[in-house]
């Protein structure tokens, strides 16, 4: 597959329309059609499926899409740093998801656009399979992975702070009056627990296995969706402390697990990798800032 030509069909699919992708591309409508039929042909599959005045992807064309703006984006990175590998300039794209222990990297990344006004930032939130594939996949160059993980593939640092487990509800709940929650205390309650709790060891460590016995009601992956479900009075959500602010006037208390459990944050960056300046020069000045 040629880079032009994944060009031209993603121009396709995010227009709907040969005429107003071609318009777009500065290119002839038939150039663009016979373009896309090619790569159809090539692929031995259809990619888009023809409508009255309107083209849709295919199940095969969505996952071509998905794909080429990877590629895509890779492509113009790298073409990007390559050129511009003299000055400080370009991207920063870092995956992470939601902790405190995040304020050391905000920070450096507020140094670094400060002196360096040609450098951006692209932070992508989401959990750590999430995280890790797209680093894996080559569009991000840093994650930032919570809790014990194996990550030996990886080049890592461990960051200053740990987040630290809890439990978030109303303070109208019958756990609220309690200083601490114990695993035997989530016994009966409707609980909301992050997809990436459920896959790890941790919780059951931690509950001695009662995590079996438990009531949960559902998942989350980013906690803000689930303090909405939380506020309803639909449930306990185990989320970090400080990620939710029950300060003020607020319906919401969180309250520790005890004994107390706490992860760290990683940052992890493929190993024989060269980086960028604008990547280099966020490690180095993250590791002094730390």
């Known amino acids: 597959?040629?880079?032009?030509?994944?060009?031209?069909?993603?121009?396709?699919?995010?227009?709907?329309?040969?005429?107003?992708?071609?318009?777009?591309?500065?290119?002839?409508?038939?150039?663009?059609?016979?373009?896309?039929?090619?790569?159809?042909?090539?692929?031995?599959?259809?990619?888009?499926?023809?409508?009255?005045?309107?083209?849709?992807?295919?199940?095969?064309?969505?996952?071509?899409?998905?794909?080429?703006e990877e590629i895509i984006s890779i492509v113009d990175k790298t073409t990007y740093?390559?050129?511009?590998?003299?000055?400080?300039?370009?991207?920063l794209d870092i995956g992470a998801g939601e902790s405190i222990g995040l304020r050391p990297v905000m920070q450096t990344i507020q140094q670094i656009v400060r002196q360096y006004p040609e450098v951006h930032i692209n932070l992508k939130s989401g959990d750590s399979e999430d995280i890790k594939a797209k680093l894996d996949a080559g569009t991000l160059e840093f994650a930032v992975i919570m809790g014990h993980q194996q990550l030996s593939q990886y080049n890592t640092l461990t960051l200053p702070d740990e987040n630290q487990w809890g439990a978030l509800m109303r303070k109208d709940e019958?756990?609220?009056?309690?200083?601490?929650?114990?695993?035997?205390?989530?016994?009966?309650?409707?609980?909301?627990?992050?997809?990436?709790?459920?896959?790890?060891?941790?919780?059951?460590?931690?509950?001695?296995?009662?995590?079996?016995?438990?009531?949960?009601i559902g998942t989350y992956n980013l906690i803000f969706n689930a303090k909405l479900l939380v506020e309803t009075g639909a449930g306990i959500a185990l989320t970090y402390k400080d990620l939710v602010d029950t300060t003020g006037d607020t319906d919401l208390i969180f309250r520790p697990l005890?004994?107390?459990?706490?992860?760290?944050?990683?940052?992890?960056?493929?190993?024989?990798?060269?980086?960028?300046?604008?990547?280099?020069l966020f490690l180095d000045t993250l590791k002094q800032n730390i």
């Open 1 to 68: 597959m040629d880079i032009r030509v994944l060009r031209y069909f993603v121009a396709v699919a995010r227009e709907q329309n040969f005429s107003r992708a071609a318009d777009s591309l500065h290119v002839s409508q038939p150039a663009l059609s016979r373009q896309i039929q090619d790569l159809e042909t090539e692929l031995g599959t259809k990619l888009f499926s023809r409508a009255h005045r309107q083209i849709l992807l295919t199940q095969e064309g969505h996952y071509l899409m998905q794909r080429a």
């Open 81 to 91: 740093n390559l050129q511009k590998q003299d000055i400080i300039s370009g991207t």
């Open 174 to 216: 019958q756990l609220a009056s309690h200083e601490v929650i114990t695993a035997s205390d989530l016994l009966g309650r409707p609980l909301i627990g992050s997809g990436q709790m459920m896959r790890l060891a941790t919780f059951r460590e931690w509950s001695h296995n009662l995590i079996d016995q438990y009531n949960f």
């Open 258 to 280: 005890s004994p107390k459990m706490s992860e760290p944050n990683t940052l992890i960056w493929p190993k024989n990798h060269s980086l960028p300046n604008v990547s280099q």
